[in-house]
């Protein structure tokens, strides 16, 4: 017995259609990664104390320290606002390429794709 695709979904002109949608679909998924991995990310924290840049590509690219938040006797506090920045700015690049990604995708979860 032959397995059939519903609706005609087995035409040359509709596997060709579908091919075509894929390519198209993976063309805009890579320029989304290229201009992401471009995009600089900043996320600040504790009032501007402490403020990190990083790119799309999860690469730091500064830190902003307010000398006022330096003090010897209290280093977990700066250790913690460095963690929670960097946090926040990851964060920041994971919702922004989710958002694209679904985007591109319709909703549709493509596994192993970002």
Known sequence: ??????????????MNSMIRQAQKMQEDMAAFQEAL???EFKASVGGG??????NGKREV???SIKPEVVD????????????SAVNEVLSNIETESSEGMQKITG???LPGVF
Do not use: F, Y
């Open 61 to 63: 690219l500064g830190v």
């Open 1 to 14: 017995m032959k397995a059939r695709i519903p609706g005609g979904m087995n035409s040359p002109q509709n």
């Open 49 to 54: 104390a402490v403020e990190i840049t990083m």
């Open 107 to 109: 909703g549709v979860n």
């Open 37 to 39: 991995e471009a995009k």
């Open 72 to 83: 010897p006797d209290d280093i977990e506090m700066l250790e913690d606002l460095i963690a």
